[in-house]
């Protein structure tokens, strides 16, 4: 950009230099009608533009000299006119005739043409054969072929104003500028197509058509849904700092839930103090730097230091997760160098290193259900509709606050560690078969086990409501994050406790059972 804007100052300086030539030629001739700067002006507009009127022409040999420059650069300067013109005609036109082509397809837009926004085409391509792609503003290479792919020089209001429906465009804010990228999704929802926003900013109001996504979230969502971790685990170590070690810290607390009485030791390495400052209640969920029977345990060691070799060599699982690539690599180095490790061990790379414990790049982080949720949004609707059924009184989903929807989207979550309880398996597929056959099993048992099961729900429901600060009171206040059912499984009524069926019993009732 520095470079086109030296060479069109140039271009400007050497045209209004010709021009006070032209002045200065004239000014030896009392016949001559170009006496200005204004006067050349106007004549070497008319010259090159072809219209000539005749009011101003040069008499002098040097003014002469310069009207045939004026003349010769006109025949160049209207075929580049005709030809842009002609250009950005029949350019808009071919893009408008190839958006009416398919304006019977699903539309996705990106407002960035970036290697995370790439990753998600190239995957909603995958899952959707006839979608059509748009990439606002961007002269980059397109991530899917043209067919099905384009660019587009507008608004997200002109393609709206194209497709005549809202329902089957969906548009993504997606960039490394969080801020930016809420700000753009912000404006852009008043048009009532769905949004998808990239930013881990979380306002007090979301309008209804706008859903917020971030990579850390779905790295970590991906990573305990692909690499589930089992009731045999009791040592998991967490190596590095940053938000994608949070994040896969607090999704493990809300995830790994096998056993009401389950005893699995996080041991932490790196700098939490973040974390421990936004889950300032977390002692209330699991014991923090210490042992405790019958309770998970997070240990947060900071740096690493000698006395912990016999951590990682006897941990059943070690996550390596920092923010930095580089770091992760180096600490993976270090390891295999250095230690006889037993676990299985996982690093996080963007870029991949062709092992199969690596895990994080953009093409298993921006996938169509990690970052839309739809399958995961379908089923948390079902089971509160379910619920509601059950128990009238309640409010409809549209009536129910972000933190009530994002509850019973963790119940959802959920519901793969169920599944693979109660079959005894850690595939990672949830089919419709798989979810009849645990339904059934759950009803086998349920006469023995049906305290087992209540209380592991019940545990579930309290660590999501614990993780985000919520604490014990007589009188539910949800402004004050205060539940009266915040309490042991052994203190609720008969009626309380026989409510956490529900999770249980609609395994097999929830819609999109069928893919993952």
């Known amino acids: 950009m520095k470079k086109k804007g030296m060479w069109a100052a140039i271009g400007v300086g050497v045209y209004l230099a010709v021009l006070e030539l032209l002045v200065y030629a004239e000014s030896f001739s009392p016949e001559s009608s170009i006496r200005s700067l204004k ?27 310069i009207g045939g420059i004026f003349l010769f650069l006109s025949v160049g300067f209207f075929a580049v006119l005709v030809g842009a013109g002609v250009s950005v005609f029949f350019g808009r036109m071919v893009s408008v005739l190839r958006f009416l082509s398919h304006r019977e397809s699903q539309w ?16 909603l391509a995958g899952e959707d054969k006839s979608a059509f792609f748009i990439f606002l503003n961007t002269d980059q290479p397109l991530p899917l072929p043209s067919v099905r792919c384009t660019r587009f020089t507008g608004t997200v209001s002109e393609l709206i104003r194209i497709k005549k429906s809202l329902d089957s465009i969906c548009v993504f804010c997606m960039g490394s500028d969080e801020a930016s990228n809420y700000s753009e999704a912000a404006a852009l ?54 938000r994608y070690a949070e994040t896969l810290l607090g999704r493990a607390l809300l995830t790994n839930i096998f056993d009401p009485n389950q005893q699995i030791v996080y041991h932490m390495y790196g700098d939490y103090t973040g974390f421990r400052w936004e889950h300032s209640r977390l002692e209330s969920m699991v014991a923090v ?57 996982y690093v996080r790379l963007l870029n991949g290193i062709g092992e199969p414990e690596v895990f994080g790049n953009d093409t298993e982080v921006f996938t169509p259900e990690l970052v839309m949720g739809t399958l995961l949004n379908r089923r948390a609707m079902a089971m509160h509709d ?21 509850s019973n989207i963790a119940a959802a979550d959920h519901i793969a560690v169920k599944v693979r309880l109660l079959l005894g398996t850690q595939d990672t597929r949830i089919t419709h078969e798989l979810c009849e056959k645990a339904v059934a099993r759950f009803r086998a048992e349920h006469l023995h086990k049906a305290e087992w099961f209540r209380a592991l729900e019940h545990t579930r429901w309290m660590r999501f409501h614990q ?46 059972a069928e893919t993952e």
């Not at 006067?39 to 002469?64: C, E, K, N």
């Not at 007090?204 to 969502?221: H, T």
Request: hydrophobic fraction near 35%.
């Open 108 to 123: 996705y837009v990106f407002t960035r043409n970036d290697p995370e926004s790439c990753a998600l085409a190239v995957n």
């Open 289 to 345: 730097d210490r042992l405790e029977e019958g309770r998970d345990s997070v240990f947060f060691h900071g740096e690493r230091s000698a006395s912990d070799h016999e951590i990682l060599e006897n941990a059943d699982r070690i996550i390596i997760c920092s923010d930095s690539d580089t770091d992760n690599l180096v600490q993976l180095r270090q390891l295999r160098r250095h230690f006889a490790l037993r676990g299985k061990l």
């Open 189 to 242: 929802s008043s048009l009532g197509c769905r949004i998808y926003c990239m930013t881990e900013f979380e306002p007090s109001v979301l309008p209804e058509n706008m859903k917020l996504f971030n990579q850390y979230d779905c790295c970590a969502r991906m990573f305990w849904q692909n690499h589930p971790a089992s009731g045999a685990e009791h040592s998991i170590v967490l190596l590095g700092s940053g």
């Open 386 to 406: 379910i619920y509601s059924r059950a128990y009238p009184g309640g409010a409809a989903w549209e009536e129910l606050t972000e933190f009530q929807r994002q």
């Open 467 to 512: 993780f985000f600060n919520w604490q014990y009171a007589p009188v539910r206040n949800n402004a004050l994050r205060r539940h009266p059912l915040l309490v042991p499984y052994e203190d609720l009524s008969p009626e309380e406790q026989a409510k956490d069926d529900y999770a249980w019993e609609l395994i097999g009732e929830i819609p999109g």
């Open 39 to 65: 006067d050349a002006l106007w004549y070497s507009l008319v010259t090159l533009t072809t219209v000539g009127y005749g009011d101003y022409f040069p008499v002098t040999v040097a003014g002469r000299i």
